[in-house]
């Protein structure tokens, strides 16, 4: 799973640090909604340090039962947990981001969102990818290798592991109910899909980690968690992260579970069971649970014949994905464009594509994203002129008005391609 889709990890479940932690700092529902256990009152004994704590497998007992109460699923195998500190844990991440993400698709991603203007040219996403998680991840659960790891940078077993954990073993039920890789959430060209899939993966167990650290957790404890959640080197990645991988990164957590807690709303975690088989297809969906709850899919957009009848000499076709509401939002916002603005011009957005090409002036996009309507599509397109502006590329961007569609054509080649966009 990229953040293009090509590089976010297949393993699924690489919590952040910062915000896993802060989110459950945040008060949960405090009445169980329809079709969830009720919030266990006594909570378990913290694994603190002292003469006192119990061992770590009572402690990760106690977590998963009252996690199965919660959730209300079973697991059908049990995975021991692995506790790993911050130098393992990079090593893991680097030995996996390394066999998940091939070359081409690598190369791709990067050609891809420096063409936008979302990476500064010369990017290496990889390097990228590792800084940001080998600071920020606090535990995993990978669906291949079935296997699950609690990262304590301390080697302690406190709240925070506890808390990450209640999260983990959520995965691994969801895995084992639901079978994880059947979503596609690795899928190269389907960025937007694989984005909004993994916001259902992760806004769940936000839901269940913050219903469990209610629960469960003293005053004292949601004081360690707080002070964990502001570890300043895990910060401090994610600050010098570009806001591209910075936001994708976090979509799934904070607005994954705004959404999966709507489903609840509406009918518990029964609900949250049927998402699964029939999951968000878009982050349009995400965004706006409404959309989702009346089945409103995005357009199949195609990329129009630009040459017949193949690509010119010098041309290459590297590959298509679709980016979606969320990116093309956070594109605006790069751009200079006000966050509401960025906000108002990407809803109405009904579908997308885009193509990237190697051609004699370097590497040149083309994006179509089709529109709800004629205004809808006349804001994006004024406001993509502004982004283009902004982000200091070369390009145009074109309106037709009879789609409604805004083409936009990105690098030193765009104008070869303008001219054709209608036919």
């Not at 605006?332 to 966050?339: K, R, T, Y």
């Not at 406001?383 to 690098?411: D, Q």
């Amino acid at each position: 799973m990229p953040t293009s889709q090509a590089v976010l990890p297949r393993r699924l479940a690489a919590a952040l640090a910062a915000t896993l932690l802060l989110v459950a700092c945040s008060p949960a529902p405090t009445a169980a909604p329809t079709g969830t256990a009720p919030a266990q009152t006594q909570a378990p004994a913290s694994a603190t340090p002292g003469p006192s704590a119990p061992p770590a497998a009572e402690v990760y007992a106690a977590i998963r039962k009252d996690v199965e109460t919660i959730r209300g699923l079973q697991p059908t195998k049990s995975v021991d947990p692995v506790a790993i500190d911050g130098a393992q844990l990079l090593t893991n991440l680097t030995a996996e981001f390394d066999t998940e993400n091939k070359p081409a698709d690598l190369h791709f991603s990067e050609e891809m969102l420096i063409a936008l203007g979302l990476l500064p040219p010369a990017s290496s996403l990889r390097d990228l990818t590792l800084d940001l998680q080998g600071n920020n991840v606090a535990g995993y659960y990978s669906p291949d290798k079935d296997e699950l790891f609690v990262v304590s940078r301390s080697g302690k077993l406190g709240p925070a592991e506890e808390v990450t954990y209640s999260h983990e073993f959520t995965h691994q039920l969801q895995d084992q109910n639901f079978d994880l890789d059947k979503l596609g959430t690795d899928a190269v060209n389907q960025s937007d899909r694989a984005l909004a899939q993994l916001a259902l993966i992760e806004g769940d167990a936000v839901s269940v980690q913050n219903r469990w650290t209610t629960a469960n957790l003293t005053p004292e404890e949601m004081g360690q968690l707080l002070t964990a959640s502001l570890d300043p080197e895990a910060l401090a990645a994610l600050q010098r992260a570009p806001a591209y991988l910075r936001e994708t990164s976090l979509f799934p957590y904070l607005t994954g579970n705004p959404f999966v807690e709507s489903l609840i709303a509406g009918g518990g975690y029964q609900a949250v069971n049927a998402a699964f088989a029939k999951p968000p297809v878009s982050t349009e969906q995400v965004l706006h649970p409404e959309k989702y709850a009346a089945g409103e899919a995005p357009k199949v957009v195609k990329i129009p014949t630009l040459f017949d009848p193949g690509l010119p000499a010098g041309w290459k076709a590297l590959g298509q994905d679709t980016i979606g509401e969320f990116v093309l939002r956070l594109w605006l916002i790069q751009g200079g464009v006000a966050s509401t603005q960025a906000t108002t011009a990407a809803a109405g957005w009904a579908g997308d594509r885009l193509e990237l090409y190697q051609s004699p002036g370097g590497t040149t996009l083309l994006l179509v994203a089709e529109w709800d309507g004629l205004p809808d599509a006349s804001e994006f397109a004024a406001a993509a002129k502004v982004a283009l502006t902004g982000l200091g590329l070369k390009g145009s961007v074109v309106l037709n008005e009879g789609a409604p569609t805004v083409y936009v054509a990105l690098g030193d080649d765009a104008g070869v391609i303008e001219p054709r966009f209608f036919r």
